[in-house]
T-cell receptor, first 115, second 111 residues
Framework: GAGVSQSPSNKVTEKGKDVELRCDPI?????LYWYRQSLGQGLEFLIY????????KSGLPSDRFSAERTGGSVSTLTIQRTQQEDSAVYLC?????????????FGSGTQLSVL | SQQGEEDPQALSIQEGENATMNCSYK?????LQWYRQNSGRGLVHLIL?????REKHSGRLRVTLDTSKKSSSLLITASRAADTASYFC???????????FGKGITLSVRP
């Protein structure tokens, strides 16, 4: 069906507030990834979900960041007590079975601005 | 931490010319991929080359891999204005490892 869908596309929040970013992967894709891209920078890995395995959380920058994936499909990235340095584009991607970390399909991202 | 580093950081060429972009990495890899990003948003997968491969082609794209030099190059032949974008190399190292991206190359193709 459609590609990876992320919402909202833009989010402006005040420092200290919590935000939730949503990702709907492509139907049937078993692997789901979150990356963060700051202005003019490459992509910073955050977290990787693969099927029913425990997620790889090694990229989460602090305990203010958490993510879950419900029913093996939709994922939510939560940032608590946002800071200005959290401002970035948050990109979600998914992969079909057998192509984990070989071909990622990206969404258009959520531009997060923390004032 | 970033594994791949692209070179140059920015490239400007005339439409019809070839564009060559390079990527170097630090540790042994399972595979290396190139992605394109338009308008600072979602990335599009272009091509993957495995560690036991030396060259791959896809349309106007040619990727080479030199594991002895820990480097790869992406060649876009007969460039078009629509090829204007940022290009990223990404690598996977070791089992169950994540895909790590470089900082990207900004390619501008002048009409």
């Amino acid at each position: 069906g459609a590609g990876v869908s992320q919402s909202p596309s833009n989010k402006v929040t005040e420092k200290g507030k919590d935000v939730e970013l949503r990702c709907d992967p492509i139907s049937g894709h078993t692997a789901l990834y979150w990356y963060r891209q700051s202005l003019g920078q490459g992509l910073e890995f955050l977290i990787y979900f693969q099927g029913n395995s425990a997620p790889d959380k090694s990229g989460l920058p602090s305990d203010r960041f958490s993510a879950e994936r419900t029913g093996g499909s939709v994922s939510t990235l939560t940032i608590q007590r946002t800071q200005q340095e959290d401002s970035a584009v948050y990109l979600c991607a998914s992969s079909p079975p057998g192509t984990e970390n070989e071909k990622l399909f990206f969404g258009s991202g959520t531009q997060l601005s923390v004032l | 931490s970033q594994q791949g580093e692209e070179d140059p950081q920015a490239l400007s060429i005339q439409e019809g010319e070839n564009a060559t972009m390079n990527c170097s990495y630090k540790t042994s890899i399972n595979n290396l991929q190139w992605y394109r990003q338009n308008s600072g948003r979602g990335l599009v997968h272009l091509i993957l080359i495995r560690s036991n491969e030396r060259e791959k082609h896809s349309g106007r794209l040619r990727v080479t891999l030199d594991t002895s030099k820990k480097s790869s190059s992406l060649l876009i032949t007969a460039s078009r204005a629509a090829d204007t974008a940022s290009y990223f190399c990404a690598t996977v190292s070791g089992a169950n490892s994540k895909l790590t991206f470089g900082k990207g190359i900004t390619l501008s193709v002048r009409p």
